[in-house]
């Protein structure tokens, strides 16, 4: 979808639309709800998130009431905190199911990200051909009303599409100043619940390096037109997944960088830029961690990794 579309979806419900990593995750648990179980110590509060309810309790987690009252105690000091500020280690003999506890976790987050509460988006730049940009799509003679978004154009009048690295927050392309203002404008208009507290990442976050440096390429080939270069964004929603590492991803004790970057300004594939772009040195990021951002990594046996 265009920005413009997708700005309307953000006030359908804000909250939804404004959650970090931690939050996400805070939220998945507690969409599953929970049960009250007696045991011999006394009553515990028991996650159903832990049976597995979207798989028919298939390879569910047996006990350990108390890691996930620990779980939901951190990530609501995440919350609070507004960033995530530590690990967290699960410790314990083999069979203790500290894996299956982890996995668990992954999968009800794969099954929350394809349903509506659980609705997460990013961007890509899109440059359309010479011809559809030579035409001006959307320019009146006075030049007032907004021009089109490029993001529903067909593939044979695209140039380039520039995925978002990190997988970026859409409402990271607000500037600054004009986001914090939205914010306040969202919890005067009680979109926003006073109680939902804003992380850091998107309330004082900014781009990743490769998309500011487009956004600012953009805007001064536009002469700090935004709308124009809002033309170039195309939001789309993803899903969590482990088998391609959308999101979550599990780490193995191996003697290799976490993330890494690459030049791709030479890339065949991006040859096809505007003029105003292909001045740029831009560069990629890979790794486990690009691919676990916005979601959940998974140190294996951290402690047999080496330093």
Known sequence: MSFDKYFEVLHVDARLHLRTAAQYLHDCVSYYGSTEHERPEGKVLRYNLFDCPWDDGRQAVVGQEGAQDALMRQLTNYVRDGRVTQLMLLHGPNGSAKTSFIQCISRALEHYSTLDEGAIYRFNWVFPTHTVAKKRLGFSGDGASRPPSYADLDEEEVDAR???DLRDHPILLVPLKRRRTLLKDLRERKLLPPDHTLGEYL????????SRSIADALLNAYHGDFHRMLQHVQVERFFLSRRYR????????????DATIRQVTMDKGLQSLPPSLRHLNLFEPHGDLVDANRGLIEYNDLLKKPV
């Open 162 to 164: 520039v995925p978002g």
């Open 203 to 210: 309330a004082d976050g900014d781009l990743s390096p490769r």
């Open 246 to 257: 959308t999101g979550l991803v599990t780490v193995e004790p191996q003697m290799h960088v």
